[in-house]
């Protein structure tokens, strides 16, 4: 511990607050629950879990200390909290999408949230300079970049496509793009993302076809490419050399306090999910 940690950790202690990063050195007892958690980190298994108990009970304490465990392990970790002013529900994947992005977690990145860590280190993994790596070869169908064969969601591709050029500003484009995919106008982004990168790829598609293949859209079809990015998230962890990608929905009790607030007019009530995925 450095200084400056030292003294961030003092401060959140005279708040009475467990400070982030060194929540599993404040946190006493529920060991069989801990030691159930550390087993479904250990097992790689595909899993899904809902945590539920009475207000105060520490179930926002065991989502920190379940995101530093992972992180420790080499999970990319995004902690989603939901409440009144969120404006994220359930019933729209995109938002989800959007706010589970956002919170991206990469374990050796310090301070840093969200695509830009994990798009970095997958692309100079696999992307600059790896025209022989044979996961490049299926990812960019050996560099000429018109389909990929290891992605699930077009969006994914357009953007990891784009994102490997390194043009600081078509990257703040994407994060823009995947951070409110419900807010981006799909002309700028064909424009950014395609249009004006030709030069970088041989895709003979016009662009029309990027508008009739709803490359652009997340909501339709049942949010079906929200879906597929998380899936292709977790793909680029593991491709990156990581353990691969957690999901921990925190939902605080003023949702319900708040039920008036029309953002929560359409929730489902639930307590905290722990949603993980290998």
Request: proline share 3%.
């Amino acid at each position: 511990m450095n200084t400056q940690q030292a003294q961030i950790v003092i401060e959140s202690l005279r708040k009475g607050i467990p400070p982030d990063g060194f929540v599993r050195q404040f946190t006493v007892g529920r060991k069989h629950e801990i030691d159930d958690l550390v087993e479904r980190l250990n097992s790689h298994n595909g899993t899904a879990l809902l945590l539920k108990a009475n207000y105060g009970s520490g179930k926002t304490h065991l989502m920190k200390f379940i995101r530093e465990e992972a992180m420790d392990k080499n999970y990319a970790v995004s902690l989603v909290s939901l409440d009144a002013n969120s404006g994220v529900r359930f019933n729209r994947m995109d938002q989800i999408m959007g706010a589970v992005c956002r919170n991206i977690q990469v374990p050796g990145v310090q301070n840093d949230r969200g695509l830009e860590p994990l798009f970095d280190l997958f692309t100079k993994k696999i992307c600059q300079g790896k025209v022989d790596h044979e996961y490049f070869k299926k990812l960019s169908n050996s560099g000429r970049w018109d389909y990929s064969e290891v992605l699930d969601s077009k969006a994914m591709f357009v953007a990891i496509r784009a994102w490997s050029t390194g043009i600081e500003s078509v990257q703040d484009t994407i994060m823009d793009w995947f951070y409110q995919p419900y807010n981006c106008q799909r002309s700028m982004l064909l424009k950014t993302l395609v249009t004006d990168l030709r030069k970088f790829f041989r895709d003979p598609r016009p662009e029309r076809k990027f508008y009739g293949d709803s490359v652009f859209v997340m909501n339709k079809n049942g949010y079906e490419q929200s879906w597929a990015i998380l899936r292709d998230i977790n793909t680029l962890c593991k491709q990156s050399g990581l353990s691969g990608f957690i999901i921990l929905f925190d939902e605080f009790e003023d949702v319900i306090t708040n039920l008036r607030n029309i953002k929560y007019l359409k929730f489902r009530r639930c307590k905290t999910l722990l949603f993980s995925r290998y």
